[in-house]
């Protein structure tokens, strides 16, 4: 939900959309504009051989930046599954430079593995690691990365390595500084004294004032002087361009919008270029409401990374959303390789594909191939604290390098079976009778859901952890009848503490000295839902196991163990602060600056709370927790969702590039709201959106207050049946779903696949995200444009065979072919070769369905064979940790189907049987049909043969899941 909803309706009423001056550019950012302004060439950096240090597993060796004299030490270590680890840290720092703790991002330390040093020659120092080669250029410093000695990934190719070494301010800065607040002293322009009263003014003529009064803090960028328009008060100020080198304006001391950064430790910058030579295309770097192949940022900002609340974001640029996970891939025929640097603080991240334009630099492929066509993607990261610390995965397949990216930061854990299925979500369902009036029009309209949800306004004054006793006087009775159906709720909890002396969860947190200082010392103080709010401090685990013993049932009165949680707001959103979050200089409780590790506090505040839920059960049960700020490591504490989007079409369409490059940066359990938040959509746009959401991991609709009603009943029939059709197949689907979440918590695997993941070699894919894959056999083209009736879908892979998941209409791979769907159709289609378990029997709620039984459908490849899994447990402990599960492999061939048990826990047992058998692709109809189970008892089973379809129905088999069986056809 929208943090600034509130705030911009008073300002800025008559229009609509982001509010692009609230956020910084590159060129209004001290530390990106002076690393994007540095030209690319030789490298001041280089490495000083002689101090070669060597170990097993890593190499430690001194770099010297030439220019100024700093000394820096190169730390390199050979990981397990081929990763490199590249650290660069200043060799005397003056002060601490934050690294994130172990257990935060990373999992663990990560395992080590023997780095092999090849010795040295012409100025090169040659390791290798399995099959991946390592050569460090000494003079100057650059690193390649190669895979059988072909090049892959290099870092400072270009030269634009700079790291800003730790000093102290000097007489001069502070006079200047000093000269700086006088001025702005004898105007009226003190921020901090403002009250929300007199904010309108403040955004409107305040700002403006500010800038006029500051002599040239910015420059404004050359795209923005020419877009003019919506940028009068910063193009303004447009000033001379401001030394390359060591004497910029914003060093010391920075000022956006009237808001002052103190910056106490000066420029503390990071960045460095990455290349990735032979590969066209890069994807990953979430969030950015953007294409899943990342653009050439030449023309336009790089793309940011930085924690914010962004009002109704716009699409197709690079500004930063409310999450960041600074990971990358590359992709081409032959290899998938991954970067991820590991900082908390703000980047930026340029892109170049330089096929066009080798004049700049010449492709690192030419030095070591000789071969000049080959493309490149030449990247440059800044970030504005913190170390160089780059992990490179080597892949070589997409498959290795989601495994390798998850050994490091952790992979999403199996959710519970309802946290899976549909989330009914409203700002806001207003009372109890209306919470009982959803669910009981639900089951009237016969549309199963298994959450409820409630958001800010059922709390006592936006005090989190309480309830409006007035509306919801009897939420244990209210949560108790949800359960009686197998239906939960979620309560919305944000980080923004109510600055309330009646607040007990106020006043415990600032007199226990849990809370978030300002840059003086004392408890932040800022604007949100409540008004006055203060944060706790999350980085510190003492806070965190504070946080989490909130959410024990004795202290968060009226809960229940049905309830679970909403983390909102959590980048965190300040509505008085400089770009709506956390000024930089607020410190935490460690002495660290916000700025060091501004992009990890919404993941921790969603470990706390994930924390809080499994404490809450003693650590039995899986917890859910949805929350809209992230980080790289996320992915272990549940869901995500895109955060405000808007109820237009463009949005729908831009669900599926956000939500892949989600997928491939480790965040699995992610989803938008269905039907958009802002606005009211119509009703076509609405059932659209349900159909396309069915094949996304995470399932929930939800609105804006101001919207609307839009429970799915309240649609004209014809689009009621719609979305009501949509959201029993994801039901019918399930056991396939659980299936992608169990396979992603144990191999790292997306649930949600670009179609390159699947058929890496087919180049013609590698730009498409209009389609999707759902796991290796189901692939989507939503409807997204209005009034459409039919679509072009493209069918990857050779000699691959599709059935349409509805007619088993066949479809021949590597070709673009139009698909009638009318309102009534999403088009899907199953992938001729693979075996998917679904349940057909209509349920209130996905905890009902436990012991339902499964239809298994069976599409055969052009050689007749088939191959599938199913997985079972009991749907809501951690008891399958323990073994407490079932994983079976099915396998059609030679007219049979194979049940094959991978894995039976003892005394792990499950009602659920095959209950049909539909087999598509079968070209003439079985005379016989068994059943021979293990016992060697053998029965015949009846059946049916549609002969113009060519598709199979075996009824009732009958036969348990996890039981070893084989179902012959003569
Ligand atoms: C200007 O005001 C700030 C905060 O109110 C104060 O810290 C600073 O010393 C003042 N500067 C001068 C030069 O008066
Ligand atoms: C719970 O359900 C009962 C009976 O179905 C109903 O009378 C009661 O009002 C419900 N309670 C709440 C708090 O919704």
């Not at 003019?228 to 910029?248: L, S, T, V, W, Y």
């Not at 089951?443 to 309480?466: A, N, Q, R, S």
């Not at 088939?866 to 073994?883: I, K, L």
Request: hydrophobic residues 35%; aromatic residues 12%; proline residues 5%.
């Amino acid at each position: 939900m929208q943090g600034l909803y509130l705030l911009l309706t008073v300002l800025f009423c008559t229009c609509f959309g982001v509010h692009r001056e609230n956020f910084r550019t590159c060129d209004q950012s001290s530390f990106c504009k002076r690393h994007r302004n540095l030209p690319p060439g030789n490298s001041d950096y280089v490495v000083q051989p002689s101090t070669l240090k060597l170990s097993k597993t890593f190499l430690t060796v001194n770099v010297l930046n030439t220019k100024n004299n700093i000394g820096f030490l190169l730390h390199v270590y050979g990981l397990k599954d081929k990763i490199f680890r590249v650290k660069l840290v200043e060799a005397q720092p003056i002060r601490h430079r934050y690294e994130i703790p172990i257990g935060v991002t990373l999992v663990a330390e990560p395992d080590q593995e023997e780095l092999v040093y090849n010795g040295e020659s012409d100025g090169q120092l040659k390791f290798s690691l399995g099959d991946s080669q390592m050569i460090i250029n000494t003079s100057p410093l650059r690193l390649d990365f190669l895979i059988n000695n072909e090049p892959v990934t290099s870092l400072n190719a270009q030269g634009l390595l700079k790291f800003e070494h730790t000093q102290e301010k000097s007489a001069e800065e502070l006079e200047k500084i000093n000269n700086l607040h006088s001025s702005l002293n004898s105007s009226d322009s003190n921020i901090d004294a403002i009250k929300r009263e007199e904010r309108p003014g403040w955004f409107s003529s305040r700002v403006s004032s500010v800038f006029s009064l500051i002599s040239q803090p910015f420059r404004a960028s050359k795209e923005e002087a020419e877009e003019g328009a919506d940028n009068d008060a910063e193009a303004e100020n447009e000033a001379e361009k401001p030394a390359e080198d060591d004497q910029d304006e914003g060093m010391w001391e920075e000022t956006f919008k009237g808001f002052t950064d103190s910056k106490p430790n000066g420029p503390v910058s990071v960045g460095v270029d990455v290349a990735f030579p032979g590969f066209r295309y890069v994807y990953g770097i979430p969030e950015h409401a953007d294409s899943f192949a990342l653009k050439n940022t030449q023309s336009t900002d790089p793309y940011r990374m930085y924690n914010l609340d962004v009002f109704e974001y716009e699409l197709y640029n690079p500004m930063a959303l409310y999450g960041h996970i600074p990971f990358m891939v590359a992709h081409n025929e032959k290899h998938t390789v991954g970067v991820f640097f590991h900082n908390a603080a703000e980047g930026w991240i340029d892109i170049r594909s330089n096929m066009a334009d080798k004049s700049v630099f010449s492709n690192l492929a030419d030095f070591v191939t000789g071969n000049n066509d080959v493309p490149q993607t030449d990247t440059h990261w800044i970030f504005e604290d913190g170390i160089i610390d780059i992990f490179v995965l080597m892949g070589p397949e997409p498959k290795d390098v989601f495994r390798q990216y998850g050994s490091l930061t952790g992979n999403t854990p199996l959710p519970p079976l309802w946290a899976i299925a549909y989330h009914q979500c409203r700002w806001n369902y207003n009372d109890q009778d209306d919470v009982r009036t959803v669910d009981l029009t639900m089951d009237k309209f016969d549309i199963p859901f298994d959450v409820l949800w409630l958001d800010i306004e059922h709390t006592d004054g936006k005090k989190y952890f309480t309830w409006d006793v007035t509306r919801f006087d009897n939420s244990v009775e209210m949560l108790r009848n949800l359960s009686s159906k197998g239906r939960k709720m979620v309560t919305i909890v944000d980080p923004h503490l109510k600055r309330d002396d009646n607040y007990e969860k106020y006043t415990q947190a600032r007199n226990q000295g849990l809370l978030v200082k300002n840059k003086d010392g004392n408890d932040f103080d800022g604007w949100c839902w409540p008004g006055s709010s203060s944060w706790p401090d999350f980085l510190e685990p003492q806070v965190r196991e504070w946080w989490a013993d909130q959410f024990s049932l004795d202290n968060y009165k009226g809960s229940a163990h049905n309830l679970y949680v909403w983390n909102d707001m959590n980048e965190p959103s300040v509505f008085n602060s400089p770009e709506i979050t956390f000024p930089k200089d607020v410190r935490h409780l460690s002495g660290v600056e916000n700025r060091e590790v501004h992009n990890i506090y919404g993941m921790l505040v969603h470990q706390a709370t994930w924390d809080g839920l499994l404490k809450r059960s003693n650590y039995k049960e899986r917890p859910f927790v949805l929350t809209r700020a992230f980080f790289a490591g996320s992915q272990r504490s549940g869901a995500v969702w895109t955060g405000d989007n808007m109820g237009e079409w463009s949005h729908l369409k831009m669900t599926i590039p956000m939500m892949l490059s989600l997928n491939l940066a480790g965040i699995h359990f992610s989803g938008a709201d269905i039907g958009g938040f802002f606005k009211n959509p119509d009703s076509e746009l609405i059932a659209r959106w349900y159909q396309a959401a069915v094949f996304q991991p995470f399932f929930r609709a939800h609105a804006h207050i101001d919207t609307k009603r839009r429970e799915p009943y309240l649609l004209p029939e014809e689009h009621m049946v719609v979305a009501r059709d949509a959201i029993k197949k994801r039901y019918s689907y399930l056991p396939y779903w659980y299936l992608l979440f169990y396979l992603s918590e144990t191999t790292g695997m997306p649930p949600m696949r670009s179609l390159w993941m699947e058929f890496p070699s087919e180049t013609s894919i590698f730009e498409r995200d209009d389609e999707f894959m759902t796991g290796n056999a189901i692939l989507v083209k939503p409807v997204t444009e209005e009034g459409q009736t039919s679509v072009s879908v493209y069918f990857p892979g050779n000699n691959v065979i599709w059935y349409d998941i509805e007619s088993y209409e066949v479809y021949q791979g590597q070709q673009e072919k139009t698909v009638q769907a009318p309102l009534s159709k999403l088009p899907a289609f199953q992938k001729g070769g693979t075996i998917i378990p679904r349940k057909m029997r209509g349920r209130r709620s996905a905890s009902l369905t436990h012991n339902d039984p499964i239809t298994l459908i069976v599409c055969l490849d052009k050689h007749g064979k088939a191959e599938g899994q199913v997985y079972v447990d009991d749907y809501h402990s951690y008891e399958y940790r323990e073994g407490a599960y079932a994983l079976s492999n099915l396998v059609f061939h030679n007219f049979k189907l194979e049940n094959n048990i991978i894995h039976k826990g003892n005394g792990f047992t499950t009602k659920e049987w095959i209950e049909r058998i539909i087999v598509a692709g079968v070209h003439t109809d079985p005379k016989n049909i068994h059943l021979v189970k293990a016992d060697h008892s053998k029965t015949t089973l009846s059946h049916t043969y549609d002969g113009q379809a060519k598709v199979l129905t075996i009824r009732k088999p009958g036969v348990n899941v996890a039981e070893k069986w084989i179902v012959n056809l003569h």
